[in-house]
């Protein structure tokens, strides 16, 4: 199955080829995406695959995810890609607000929203629970990858790795789910 992913992040095609084995995950490559003003994972995703479907036919795909830190009531949210410039910034900005802050627990959440040629859609959410570290370690993944600890763990999500990751993520969770749900209509 073909899909248009409508993302610009090149992580999340990547990650989603992986995820979504038997689609071929197609970036959208366009500069005038409309802006993420849902209130929600679920509008922000569905924003993205209605988009995509005024481009080009055939399935479309959109993500929205983010980091939710307990400390800072769910902040950045789905705020996240907003919150500061991604990579370095956005770690150094984060642990800034988290000095001497004990509670370091924090989840990233991931909602996938797919449409159909014929309109119908389909949505699959995961979520990992884990905690800020101290400093940023390890080089893989990216975003916020490099100071989140999945419960269970005593690596980074950078530390640990991209085939961790296909495993075990909020994206590999989300993606299963979306599977099913497609699956469940192809036997329906
Ligand atoms: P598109 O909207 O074009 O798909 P984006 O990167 O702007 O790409 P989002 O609006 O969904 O994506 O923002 C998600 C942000 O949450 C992302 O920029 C990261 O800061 C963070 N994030 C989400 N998933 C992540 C992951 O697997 N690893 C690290 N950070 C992640």
Redesign the pocket.
């Known amino acids: 199955m073909r899909a248009i992913l409508?993302?610009?992040?090149a992580?999340?095609a990547r990650?989603l080829e992986v995820l979504l084995p038997g689609w071929t995950i197609e970036p959208l490559a366009a500069d005038d995406?409309p802006p993420?003003t849902g209130g929600s994972y679920y509008e922000?995703a569905s924003i993205?695959a209605a988009f995509g479907r005024t481009r080009i036919p055939g399935w479309t795909i959109?993500?929205?995810?983010?980091?939710e830190v307990a400390a800072l009531g769910g902040r950045p949210g789905i705020e996240?890609?907003r919150?500061a410039p991604?990579g370095a910034p956005?770690i150094a900005k984060l642990l800034g607000e988290l000095e001497g802050v004990e509670d370091r627990r924090a989840q990233?959440v991931?909602e996938l929203v797919a449409i159909a040629p014929d309109g119908e859609e389909f949505r699959g959410t995961g979520v990992v629970t884990g905690r800020i570290a101290m400093e940023p370690r390890g080089s893989e993944?990216?975003?916020?990858?490099p100071i989140?600890t999945p419960d269970g763990e005593e690596q980074t999500?950078a530390q640990l790795g991209d085939s961790w990751?296909a495993r075990n993520?909020?994206?590999a969770r989300s993606a299963q789910a979306l599977r099913e749900a497609v699956d469940r209509r192809g036997s329906a």
């Open positions: 409508c993302s610009r992040n992580h999340k990650e995406y993420e922000n993205k959109g993500e929205d995810s983010g980091l996240s890609a919150y991604e956005a990233y991931s993944g990216f975003g916020y990858d989140f999500i990751k993520s909020h994206r």
